[in-house]
């Protein structure tokens, strides 16, 4: 079975700095799909980003990107230019069948 | 385009009492599923519908779960009798198609269950 962890359940930073969220998966597929999902306190589950394994260039959306390593298994998220509004549980997740999710690490956003 | 709506958005009961929750998926699609968070986990699915019909039910616990689908758009979950461990939040999401690993999911806001 596919596992999803999350090794750091919180995380702070300075408003306008930057952080990286990290994230480990262990599977023996090829062919899959990795995503950021980001949980508010209004428990909405919201993507942030996605990436599809068998591309080796890192996505980014706007101040999120990630670093794919394939290899390592490992698929970290870095928030530029943090803001207030980024607070919150963020959820790695990894799909090939079904999505199954990490344990989430809890941002805090520093003004 | 409007989001996943699910009702109610807090619930509590006591436990051996029975629940049920309602989803509307984005008009459109066709992929429906459930997911139970509980506190401090990520969300586990229960449940995945593909139009009416059950395509992924393994984590469901069919001795006091049930779901339905009947005209492929809106979902109920329900919990008959509720024990102290369902305390969680549940979660309805959809997609466009399921089968495709690169369509993203859009979660509704859940419902807080509380059992007493």
């Known amino acids: 079975a596919q596992t999803v962890t999350q090794s750091q359940p919180e995380m702070s930073v300075q408003e306008a700095e930057t952080v990286t969220l990290s994230c480990t998966y262990d599977?023996?597929?090829?062919?899959?799909?990795l995503f950021w999902y980001k949980q508010p306190p209004s428990r909405q589950m919201i993507l942030v980003i996605r990436?599809?394994?068998?591309?080796?260039q890192n996505a980014t959306e706007n101040r999120f990107s990630v670093n794919f390593q394939k290899a390592a298994k490992s698929f970290s998220l870095k928030i530029s230019d943090s803001q207030l509004g980024d607070a919150a549980m963020y959820f790695c997740?990894?799909?090939?069948?079904?999505?199954?999710f990490g344990t989430g690490t809890r941002l805090t956003i520093i003004p | 385009e409007a989001g996943v709506a699910q009702s109610p958005r807090y619930k509590i009961i006591e436990k051996r009492q029975s629940v049920a929750f309602w989803c509307n998926p984005i008009?459109?699609?066709?992929?429906l599923y459930w997911y139970q968070q509980i506190l401090g986990q990520g969300p586990k699915l229960l449940i995945q519908?593909?139009?009416?019909?059950?395509?992924?039910d393994s984590q469901l616990p069919k001795d006091r779960f049930s779901a339905e689908r009947l005209k492929g758009v809106d979902s109920t979950l329900k919990i008959q009798p509720a024990k102290l461990e369902d305390s969680a939040v549940y979660l309805c999401?959809?997609?466009?198609?399921?089968?495709?690993?690169?369509?993203?999911?859009?979660f509704g806001d859940g419902t807080r269950l509380s059992i007493l």
């Open positions: 519908f593909q139009n009416n019909g059950v395509v992924d």
């Open positions: 008009s459109g699609h066709a992929t």
């Open positions: 997740a990894y799909r090939s069948l079904k999505l199954t």
């Open positions: 599977t023996s597929e090829s062919d899959y799909y």
């Open positions: 999401a959809s997609s466009l198609a399921g089968g495709r690993k690169d369509q993203p999911q859009h």
């Open positions: 990436q599809e394994a068998y591309k080796q």
